[in-house]
RNA sequence: GGGCCCGUAGCUUAGUCAGGCAGAGCGACGGACUCUUAAUCCGUAGGCCGGGGGUUCAAAUCCCUUCGGGCCCGCCA
């Protein structure tokens, strides 16, 4: 095919004016919009954009978390609960009408006699755990047991839910209408999960487990039969026993039914889940289609969490044993630190939680921006300033105190805790909350026993450590002559200290008169560098070169002991 | 076999949906405050945005591919 010259060059001029066109107009849109946008460009938190997403769906939210209480409850779990309350503390703030609740699943059966647990438990295994013995004897039941100090937990984290036992909704009869809806329609479910999950369902797969009237066991039923008018299901269970149970508490829906049920019987309308749930084919897959197909209502706004993975052991989980608890870590470091950790993280980032001197680092960031927030630092951006809202767990009253400095004074102090306030009050810092402070003295010396590096620890020695016979003349006249000047002032701040001991290299100054004196020289052929005088002042005290910012260490002091400590170290032979 | 999430400075990360100069914090380094090693303030360095290819005037961002890490598809957040 020929065209003609004049063509082929009519349609290059024409894209070629085309294409200069669109490079004019992008550069327009740019000038105007960019701008704009570099206004707008401000990060918005993850739990803004879920509330800001969920809300064009709806004005009225119910956010749903659920765990199963079959071990302890640990800060992996926590990751989900936090999750959801940030969202609905999102969806409050922009005055949406929401409300956050916590399903417990009382009435999972109990898989495996778990390490933790006596070998007597193999007789309970497939028991929902609310019918299953409290481990330690005090508690009304197995979830009980573990569900009781997650609970308090949350309560410190500022977090409370309205809270719904599985076992208390099945046997209130929340859940006939949804039991009735799958015994009828159980065969287009199990065509949904046999589409969704590629798994062949077999025959006598029924959506409701039955629990055996005779050995209490629900994962070895068959469901035989069903009354609708009756709410009744007869079973035969592989124990031997056959019978009849109510749909009214005399079993349970299969966790991918009972999942989707529970989104209608409550009106779910955003849940965070673990990522074991999420893929194709997962719990949460079947689940839309069966709330949406079978029961008829919308599935929640999902929102998928990553695992917290526990310093270098990996994820975080009850059956591998790598679990810290989170009554443990509470014990440890402050709730709101806790709450940070999570929620200056994307959910679908892994945590990397550490518990050694990253939790330190932690707890600093923490503070530092704690710190600005309050003091309306300019400098704190607008997404600081939200991850702080969202970190803060109301209704607690913290300490000012910084947890580093705490973990020096606590080790000053050797624990005592009179001596704690004491030191903490000639630092200046308002001894009025005596509460806060001790929950902050406690926090440091559980995490000093338990997790710090050693670079963190030291110890305030009974008697003259022996490394001061590594000590140099002119140091142990410094201290001796450091020992006099102290005894003859009156009481001294850590600044005082700190001018003081930099004084010794002033000519003229007392210390410094005073060293030379002692050393039998001429004050100007006295030469002297800071760094060493440090040194022996740790030296003395914690027998190694090195230690806490000296000024207020040697503040936190008794001034006799310092006196007596010096004196000794002066005259020390080996 | 099929699927999901993550990979950006030494570390923790923002930015990825909607392509437009790659930003912070910590740490490191340098300096200041008569002021040390873990206070404060100021400053500096540090990046083939995991690799390769493609689309585009323009790619951390979109598409394909590949590697590394972590998972799921059995009723374990």
Sequence with gaps: MVFSFSFRVSCFIIIISLYLKSLYLKSLYLTIVGNFGEKMADT???????????????????????????????????????????????????????????????????????????ESYAEHVGKPLSEVPCPCGDCANYAEHFLKPFLAALQRLGITPKVYKADEMYKEGLYIEAIKTALLKRDEIAKILEEVSGKTVVEDWSPFNPICNECGKLTMTKVTGFDVDAETVDYSCSCGHAGTVSMKGGGKLTWRVDWPARWGILGVSIEPFGKDHASSGGSYATGTRIVEEIYEHQPPSPIVYEWIMLGKKGAMSSSTGVVVSISDMLEVVPPEVLRYLIIRTKPEKHIQFDPGQPLLSLVDEYERLRTKFQEEDPSLGDFDKRIYELSRATGICQSEIPFKQMVTISQVARGDFEQILKIVKRSGFETENEMSIRELAENVSKWLDLYAPPFAKFSVKENVPLQVATLSDLQKAFLGALADIIEASGELTGENYHLLVYSAKEAGSELNGRIAASLGIEPEALEVNPKDLFKAIYTAILGQGSGPKAGWFLSSFEKEFLVERFREAAVYQS
Excluded at 50 to 67: N, P, R, Y
Excluded at 73 to 86: K, L, P, Q, S, Y
Excluded at 93 to 115: C, N, Q, S
Aim: net charge negative; aromatic share 8%.
């Design 44 to 118: 918005i938190h993850w739990a803004d954009v879920i509330a800001e997403e969920t809300l064009q769906k709806s004005s009225k939210h119910l956010v749903a978390t659920g765990i199963t209480p079959s071990g302890h409850i640990h800060i992996g779990n926590m990751r989900e609960v936090v999750t959801a309350d940030a969202a609905y503390r999102s969806l409050l703030d922009k005055g949406a009408e929401a409300e956050l609740i916590y399903i417990a699943d009382t009435y999972d059966p109990l898989r495996k006699v778990y390490p933790f647990l006596p």
